[in-house]
Every structure is written in structure tokens, then in C-alpha cells.
């Protein structure tokens, strides 16, 4: 049997976002694996390699040390889903090159939390609870966006997008870290859109081009690995960390069909040639078999067409997403997100 995963990836806000990226005659720089690499701090989820059974239900389910890098993976992704409480901060951009001498610099973070037993389908079968932002700041794109998800609720509201209802009018503004900003950075909005409520999740998800029940997905499948590094255990950490190389066409086959959707629609402008060059993944797992962290880079190319001239584009995209399975993580109680909705 073809083993297979769909494995979270960017928050689509990030997508949002890219008709601004032109690295005009500067090609991104491909990534090298090295099974050695830094190990993200864990400014949130340092309980998750203490997590007890009970809060994953069926139990966490176990790695050891001659599991392969696409094994752990997979039973990572296992535990995450079957958690009862998880966080995922999603923390990246880009610096980039706007026709060829402009250079900007493109913030984008996400939060997700859920209450609840997920599900890898995205159709919320187990009925959890929702709450995830998707947030992007540049000098040219200032987006924010909220979404609540219960059994039988699905709603949305956002600022600063060209979306009916959206409030185009808004604003979004953001320090960045620093004493004054603390880690992440302040995000502000001085006027939201409406609220917008769906009928179900799938009209959401059709209206957005975004299920916020998951993260766009990966096809990641073991055919589709170019290279891989580890697992390698890091006694100082008590984690495992690898590395992979997908084949970028066959990894992002349906995932580039959502990019383009929102590309063009958000964009405002026709996208021809879009081909993902790189995707590479760094996974930390816990030795319990719980995710800690993944940094993704994702290389692609696309020609913008502006005024009928297509400007051909190269974009590279880093994020780090941390992972945290506790209620009770400092910033991350989805009560606190949803009162505040």
C-alpha cells in the first residue's frame, strides 16, 4: 500500500500576499539539508514533551529510534490530529526584491487553536472547536482575518482585504518585536469588516479558498522524497529532528490549485507558470512522538501579468510553526480568542 500523509503547511494569508513578491533577475538560493540544524526555541509547547496520555485520545502513539524520518513523521501528524487541545503559531515572510531594486519586507503570522479531536479530512467529523487569525504586513499588503468554527457555527470576519463586507477601509497596523513588541511583534486593527456567517463548513472553505480546520496542505507522499536527513536524537532537547526535500510539482499539486485561486482573485490580476521549485521540511518531534516544530521553505515561480506584460517572479517563503498541546498555554486559551472575537 502507497503510504501517504497530507501535512499541514503555510497559512493562506501568506498566499494572500505574494502578488507582491517579484524577485525581478534575483533568483532565491535553494536550501541545503543538514540533520544538524537549530532546534526552534520552544516559546510555546515546552509541556509537550511531558504531555500525558490521556490528552491524546487512543493514547500518544510511540516512536523510537529505528523508525525512518517518513515513519515519525507520520505518526507525528497521528498524534496531532488525535490530541484533544492543540496550538499551532505559525511565525515567517519573506524579504523581497520589488522590481528589482525596492526591497520589502513581508511579515506573516498565524494562531490556530483547537478544542477538540481533529481531523486530518478537514470536515471537522469529531466536531471541535475552531479559532485561527491569519495576519500579513508589508509595506504594499496589510491583511487580518478571524475565523470561529464550532459543530454547527462557522463564521469569519476580516479587515483590509478586497473581499465584499471585508473593510477595505481598515487598517492594520504592526510594531515589530522588540522591547516594545515582545516577541511577535503588536498587531492592531482600528476598524473590522462585518462578520460573515456560513451555512456550513464546506461553503466556508468555498468562500475563502481557506479551511482554518487545517493548514493548506502538502501531498506528501515517500515516492515524492528527493532527500531526507535523520532522525537524529538530541539528548540535550529530548526530541528527534530530520529533514526532507519533496519533489515540488508532485507535493503541491493541489496545493498550488488553491495558490492560484487566490493569487488571482486576491491580486486582482491573471498568474501564468505558477511551479513550485523547492519544498523542503525541518520536523522536531518530541521523544514522545509529539510534534514540537517544522520549519518549511518553499521556493516557486510564477509570471505576474500586469497592464498584458508578464513579469516572471521568483518567491522563497521560510516559516517556523511551534506546536503546543496545552489549555492552558499563556496567549493561546481559545476562550480567550473567541471572547475577544
Given at each position: 500500500?502507497?503510504?501517504?500523509?497530507?501535512?499541514?503547511?503555510?497559512?493562506?494569508?501568506?498566499?494572500?500576499?505574494?502578488?507582491?513578491?517579484?524577485?525581478?533577475?534575483?533568483?532565491?538560493?535553494?536550501?541545503?539539508?543538514?540533520?544538524?540544524?537549530?532546534?526552534?526555541?520552544?516559546?510555546?509547547?515546552?509541556?509537550?514533551?511531558?504531555?500525558s496520555a490521556d490528552m491524546v485520545q487512543g493514547g500518544i502513539k510511540a516512536i523510537?529510534?529505528?523508525?525512518?524520518?517518513?515513519?515519525?513523521?507520520?505518526?507525528?501528524?497521528?498524534?496531532?490530529?488525535?490530541?484533544?487541545?492543540?496550538?499551532?503559531?505559525?511565525?515567517?515572510?519573506?524579504?523581497?526584491?520589488?522590481?528589482?531594486?525596492?526591497?520589502?519586507?513581508?511579515?506573516?503570522?498565524?494562531?490556530?487553536?483547537?478544542?477538540?479531536i481533529g481531523d486530518a479530512n478537514g470536515a471537522n467529523a469529531n466536531g471541535a472547536?475552531?479559532?485561527?487569525?491569519?495576519?500579513?504586513?508589508?509595506?504594499?499588503?496589510?491583511?487580518?482575518?478571524?475565523?470561529?468554527?464550532?459543530?454547527?457555527?462557522?463564521?469569519?470576519?476580516?479587515?483590509?482585504?478586497?473581499?465584499?463586507?471585508?473593510?477595505?477601509?481598515?487598517?492594520?497596523?504592526?510594531?515589530?518585536?522588540?522591547?516594545?513588541?515582545?516577541?511577535?511583534?503588536?498587531?492592531?486593527?482600528?476598524?473590522?469588516?462585518?462578520?460573515?456567517?456560513?451555512?456550513?463548513?464546506?461553503?466556508?472553505?468555498?468562500?475563502?479558498?481557506?479551511?482554518?480546520?487545517?493548514?493548506?496542505?502538502?501531498?506528501?507522499?515517500?515516492?515524492?522524497?528527493?532527500?531526507?536527513?535523520?532522525?537524529?536524537?538530541?539528548?540535550?532537547?529530548?526530541?528527534?529532528?530530520?529533514?526532507?526535500?519533496?519533489?515540488?510539482?508532485?507535493?503541491?499539486?493541489?496545493?498550488?490549485?488553491?495558490?492560484?485561486?487566490?493569487?488571482?482573485?486576491?491580486?486582482?490580476?491573471?498568474?501564468?507558470?505558477?511551479?513550485?521549485?523547492?519544498?523542503?521540511?525541518?520536523?522536531?518531534?518530541?521523544?514522545?512522538?509529539?510534534?514540537?516544530?517544522?520549519?518549511?521553505?518553499?521556493?516557486?515561480?510564477?509570471?505576474?501579468?500586469?497592464?498584458?506584460?508578464?513579469?516572471?517572479?521568483?518567491?522563497?517563503?521560510?516559516?517556523?510553526?511551534?506546536?503546543?498541546?496545552?489549555?492552558?498555554?499563556?496567549?493561546?486559551?481559545?476562550?480567550?480568542?473567541?471572547?475577544?472575537?
Amino acid at each position: 500500500m502507497k503510504k501517504k500523509i497530507l501535512i499541514s503547511t503555510l497559512v493562506i494569508i501568506m498566499i494572500l500576499s505574494m502578488s507582491l513578491m517579484i524577485f525581478a533577475g534575483c533568483k532565491p538560493k535553494m536550501d541545503e539539508l543538514n540533520e544538524n540544524f537549530t532546534i526552534p526555541t520552544a516559546s510555546i509547547g515546552a509541556s509537550g514533551g511531558e504531555l500525558s496520555a490521556d490528552m491524546v485520545q487512543g493514547g500518544i502513539k510511540a516512536i523510537n529510534s529505528d523508525m525512518s524520518a517518513f515513519d515519525m513523521l507520520q505518526v507525528g501528524m497521528e498524534n496531532f490530529y488525535n490530541a484533544k487541545y492543540a496550538t499551532i503559531e505559525y511565525n515567517g515572510g519573506v524579504f523581497m526584491t520589488l522590481a528589482g531594486f525596492i526591497q520589502v519586507e513581508q511579515v506573516v503570522q498565524s494562531t490556530k487553536v483547537r478544542d477538540g479531536i481533529g481531523d486530518a479530512n478537514g470536515a471537522n467529523a469529531n466536531g471541535a472547536t475552531y479559532f485561527a487569525d491569519n495576519k500579513s504586513h508589508s509595506a504594499f499588503a496589510k491583511i487580518y482575518e478571524k475565523f470561529i468554527i464550532r459543530e454547527n457555527e462557522w463564521i469569519r470576519k476580516a479587515v483590509a482585504s478586497e473581499k465584499n463586507g471585508d473593510g477595505a477601509d481598515g487598517k492594520v497596523s504592526y510594531t515589530k518585536p522588540g522591547k516594545r513588541g515582545g516577541r511577535l511583534g503588536i498587531w492592531d486593527v482600528d476598524k473590522w469588516g462585518k462578520v460573515k456567517n456560513y451555512e456550513s463548513l464546506s461553503e466556508l472553505v468555498t468562500a475563502n479558498s481557506n479551511n482554518p480546520t487545517i493548514l493548506w496542505m502538502y501531498d506528501l507522499q515517500e515516492e515524492f522524497i528527493i532527500d531526507s536527513r535523520g532522525p537524529k536524537y538530541d539528548e540535550a532537547e529530548k526530541s528527534y529532528k530530520f529533514s526532507f526535500k519533496f519533489e515540488p510539482t508532485k507535493s503541491t499539486e493541489e496545493y498550488r490549485k488553491v495558490m492560484l485561486v487566490q493569487l488571482e482573485s486576491n491580486a486582482g490580476m491573471p498568474i501564468e507558470g505558477l511551479e513550485f521549485k523547492q519544498l523542503m521540511l525541518e520536523v522536531v518531534l518530541w521523544e514522545n512522538g509529539m510534534i514540537r516544530a517544522i520549519n518549511v521553505s518553499e521556493i516557486y515561480h510564477m509570471k505576474m501579468v500586469l497592464g498584458g506584460t508578464g513579469i516572471d517572479s521568483d518567491v522563497k517563503l521560510t516559516a517556523t510553526q511551534l506546536f503546543s498541546y496545552d489549555p492552558n498555554e499563556e496567549g493561546y486559551k481559545i476562550a480567550d480568542h473567541i471572547n475577544a472575537f
